[in-house]
């Protein structure tokens, strides 16, 4: 274990940079960590941890959030189809959630038919995929669970809740260290496991096991960042069958353009 005064100094130099100041600072310090072993030299290390926040986390962030003016463009959209179209602009800036635009308007509807309307949900490793709370079949003022890495993500979903009809709690944390276990109908975990392996191999088989939701709905990326997707399908088919196989779970699967989705029950309803 690295000196604690040497992982401060690690902390405070990687969250001076304004790209990674809002990562909840747990979550960095064990990145902090893992790279402080492989790099003992503090300079080397805050920039290898730099590097891994970016891959895991900052690469989807496509610029800077303005968070203050996107809740008074949410709010100054009286009318809920407006509020529904701010939310698909917003949708934008997040390169994982943004993939999933051009099938917005099916995905949820098509994956959850047969569980509308949705009473309460889980969002791990959320991103802006709150936003996409018009587009799900919610029941009226329906709970939503939202987690992420991020403290400025969380306090802006925590006052845009109200906006989108739900009653929400939004929190930052690392899911690899402590798995969220609030009760749910549902839990989204929409192409977060590919992620969240890069640091934690482990973390899809605890994730599917520990979460306390009756149904699970689970997604891959059908192409990368770069726009390839060459065999990406079956690969991630493969490593969701994997995490399954023995379970006696109910699997059904959805094939959309840009993302392949399962819909796991755990409990018979
Ligand atoms: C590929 S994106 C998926 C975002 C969202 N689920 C979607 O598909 O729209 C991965 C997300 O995981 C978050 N993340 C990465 N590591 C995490 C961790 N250890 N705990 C919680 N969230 C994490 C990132 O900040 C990012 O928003």
Redesign the pocket.
Known sequence: MPESDVLDSLVAAVQSSAKYAT?APD?VRRVGVAELHKYPRLKEAVKATKNRLHQ???A?LTAPPHYEQWLDRLASAPIWDERREVCRSLIQT????R??LPILDEFYRIALAELAPVHSVI???????PL?IPFMPLAENAVYYA????TD?ADFLNRAFPLLGVTGTAWA?????TIPDQRTDLA?????I???Q???KG?GARLLDGINARHILV?Y?AQSLGGSSKGMRANYEAQFTELVTGKGWTIRRYDFATELAFLVTKIKT
């Open positions: 990562i979550f895991v986390a900052g989807y997040h390169t994982s959630t993939e999933r969002d791990v490793a959320c991103g802006l995929n996409a987690c992420d890495i991020y993500l944390a690392d899911v690899t260290q989204i975990i929409v192409k977060a590919p992620c969240l890069q640091l934690d973390i997604s990326p």
